[in-house]
C-alpha cells in the first residue's frame, strides 16, 4: 500500500513562492512517474506537472510553465514543487499522484493520491 503525504501548502500573496512536498511510503517511487494536480473550489482536477522515474520526461501545463519547477528526490521517496511568481488563480488544493508508465494529463490513469494540500494567494 502506497501512502503519499503533501505538505508546504500555506497563505501567500500575489508574487509570493511555496514549496511542496509529497512524502511517499510503503513503496519506493523510484519506478514511478509522479505529478501534482490541482482542483480550485467547484471546479475539476487539473493537470499542474509530472515528472517521470529518471526525470527525463518533465511536463507542465501552460499556465504555470516558467513559474513552478518539479523534481524528485528518489533517495528521499519525495517529489517537489517549487512555485514562484504565485498568482491568485493558483488558488486550490495541491494534490500528488503516482502512477506506472509516462506522464499523463488525466487524473484517473492515477492509481495513488496523497490527501492533498490548500494554497491560497491573496491578491
Known amino acids: 500500500q502506497v501512502q503519499l503525504v503533501e505538505s508546504g501548502g500555506g497563505l501567500v500573496q500575489a508574487g509570493g513562492s511555496l514549496r511542496l512536498s509529497c512524502l511517499t511510503s510503503?513503496?519506493?517511487?523510484?519506478?514511478?512517474?509522479m505529478a501534482w494536480f490541482r482542483q480550485p473550489p467547484g471546479k475539476e482536477r487539473d493537470f499542474v506537472a509530472g515528472i517521470t522515474s529518471t526525470a527525463d520526461s518533465i511536463n507542465y501545463r501552460r499556465s504555470v510553465k516558467g513559474r513552478f519547477t518539479i523534481s524528485r528526490d528518489n533517495a528521499k521517496n519525495t517529489v517537489f514543487l517549487q512555485m514562484n511568481s504565485l498568482k491568485p488563480e493558483d488558488t486550490a488544493i495541491y494534490y500528488c499522484?503516482?502512477?506506472?508508465?509516462?506522464?499523463?494529463?488525466?487524473?484517473?490513469?492515477?492509481?495513488?493520491w496523497g490527501q492533498g494540500t490548500q494554497v491560497t494567494v491573496s491578491s
Open positions: 499522484a503516482r502512477r506506472r508508465g509516462d506522464i499523463s494529463y488525466s487524473p484517473r490513469d492515477y492509481d495513488s
Open positions: 510503503g513503496r519506493t517511487i523510484s519506478p514511478s512517474t
